[in-house]
């Protein structure tokens, strides 16, 4: 069992578990400083006083569960499980590194202690309702904590499992919710409005309780005599302050997903009196070598050839580097002056780049509104909009605007064939440290796969821009961008043709200093048969992977490549993928997605086609796995990815035929 502590003793700890993690986020190099920080006094009051737990035994069935339902505070979970004793607390350091046990957000099969997996807002309550259920059943006599953010609550999910709590009597269930005031676009009443929210847990039919957050003593005599109640599931509303303990970071919604540089957390570990407790070049070392090893095993993995190809390291074929979603924002820039566009922000505003539709043009503000963290509910409101004439751009993250509300999609949006444009932004492996849960790698298949449905998997920023608009003011019924978060290769610029539903193609001409001027590129239709070695069809950000693989095996072994561009997944160029089928015979097809996403539909082409005897193919992409934190260009490495990878996968098709 472990240690229990007194509320006195545990308050000469938070400061230090505080420094602890800013350590970590900031060697991470990203995290969520501000909630864990708010949540830090009740991290430390659970584990190391109130929940029965046995950090030696951490199956042992009768211990208490604490779930983290607002996973990105998992900086704050891991410090907690350091400190009674799960692992030594140093081992921290590692946060968010290549294949770490402490993934961006809490993975149950890598980290012993962590209860469940979470990262995508509003679904831990409906775990902890499971468990607490469970024990019910079987009699046990051990309690399940949650924890949720305030901003989360905006999730309907919440809602449904604080009914199903009430109406199974769950008084072994207690929810904390850190009622810190703000959430990522701001303050939670502007986002969202949660007042009074102590009134709607009672109205549920919750023992409700409102405290100070940070008053370790508080929270241990609450939850003794919230134990008491009989019948009811238990609220404790912690009133917090984001960023507690570093004034620089209190109350300011910047410091949500910010790390802090070393010289702030100097400060912030003088402010917090813990400069001498916390050896930060310990573990400084700690990360170091852990990332040394990762580095060793990812470049055994990486295709060898003459020259080193990693982006820009050559004096020659120098490319320009731009994130996607940038696309995506100066398209709503220059459209937005359409009436009949708004805007739904999903509280992730800025980085998903919706706030470009009113940045420069303040007036088009009463075109925005703020839905708070509710992708389901916001779907369908964009439904209604649409269904009244407007079009309206829903956007977050691929794997929440995707899947978190596929029926929402399908049933309303595509069925009623509605005109509602959804952005899904940071698609693919490349997000990075965020890890798994925030990486998108089906929409493909999933988004692709609905009636009505247009999908476009643009390769550039440039060519975001361009596809937005067209879906946005051209296209009338449901339609979908995907775009990535990393700042990757352009590879069009303005007039590059993008033609919604027709393939471009790319030759690799000569080495030039430009990446882009390298190559030649054409309207599918335009394109006459050179006779190439091989084709390699790509969408979004791995066509300039591709486009690398072409340079690399021209300028390696002679080999000579023809790269499509296939910008829209749905309608999918059929034409050009048979011609080239039939012209070159060897296709391979790459994607930062699951396998097969783009690769099925070309092989289903080929095979419809009755050219599949005379055709050769492969794909390249994420082998039937989840994603791992890490940096970008180390996890496109890792998972085989990259212009190398395609290239040796060329090479060895060829070889095979
Ligand atoms: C389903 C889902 N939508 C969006 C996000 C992106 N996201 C991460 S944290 C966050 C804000 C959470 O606010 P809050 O619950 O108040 O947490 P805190 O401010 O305490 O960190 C959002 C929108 C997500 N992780 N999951």
Known sequence: MVKKYSASQINKLTNYMRGVCLTAITLAGSGHPGGSLSIMDVVAALYLNLANHDPK??????????????????????????????????????????????????????????????????????????????????????????IVGDGECDEGQIWEAVMEAHHYSLDNLIVFVDRNHLQIDGPTEKVMKLTPLEDKFKAFGFQTYNIDGHNVEKIIATVNKAKKTKGKPIAIICQTIKGK??????????????????????????????????????????????????????????????????????????????????????????????????????????????????????????????????????????????????????????????????????????????????????????????????QSLEEISVVGILPNMTLVAPCDSIETKKASKYLLLKVNGPKYVRFAREATPVVTNEETPFVFGEANIYRFRKETPNFFDAFEIYKAHDYKNENEDLTIIACGPELPEALKAAWILKKEKGVETRVINMHTIKPLDKKTIIRTAKETKKIITAEEHQKGGLGNLVAGAIMEAGINKQSKMAMVGVEDRFGETGQPWELIYAFGLSGEHIASRAISLLRAS
């Open 57 to 146: 035994n951490p199956k042992w069935d009768k211990r208490d569960r604490i779930i983290f339902s607002a996973g990105h505070k998992a900086p704050a979970l891991y410090t907690g499980l350091g400190i009674s004793g799960y692992f030594p607390i140093e081992e921290i350091a590692t946060l968010r590194k290549f294949a770490s046990k402490f993934q961006g957000h809490p993975h149950q099969l890598k980290l012993a202690g962590v209860e469940a997996s979470t990262g995508s807002l509003g679904q831990g309550l409906s775990i902890g309702v499971g468990m607490a259920i469970k024990a019910k059943l079987e009699k046990e006599k051990h309690y399940v904590y949650v």
């Open 245 to 438: 303990g570093v004034s620089f970071m209190e109350n300011l919604a910047g410091w949500h997903g910010k790390a802090p540089s070393e010289a702030q957390l100097s400060a912030a570990l003088k402010e917090l009196k813990v400069e001498n407790q916390i050896d930060v070049e310990k573990y400084k070392k700690i990360a170091n070598d852990f990332q040394k090893k990762a580095d060793k095993k990812n470049n055994q993995t990486v295709p060898k050839f003459k020259k080193n190809y990693i982006w820009n390291s050559q004096p020659i074929m120098k490319a320009v580097m731009e994130p996607t979603r940038a696309g995506f924002g100066k398209a709503l820039e220059e459209t937005g002056d359409d009436k009949r566009v708004v805007v739904l922000g999903s509280d992730i505003s800025d980085s998903v780049k919706v706030t470009d539709f009113y940045k420069k043009n303040p007036e088009r503000q009463n075109r925005f509104f703020s839905m708070g963290i509710a992708e389901q509910s916001t779907t369908c409101v964009a439904a209604g909009l649409a269904r009244e004439g407007m079009i309206p751009v829903v956007s977050t993250y691929g794997v929440f605007i995707s899947q978190r509300n596929a029926d929402q999609m399908r049933t309303t949006v595509c069925y009623g064939n509605l005109n509602v444009f959804f952005a899904g932004a940071h698609g693919g492996i490349s997000v990075g440290p965020d890890g798994p849960t925030h």
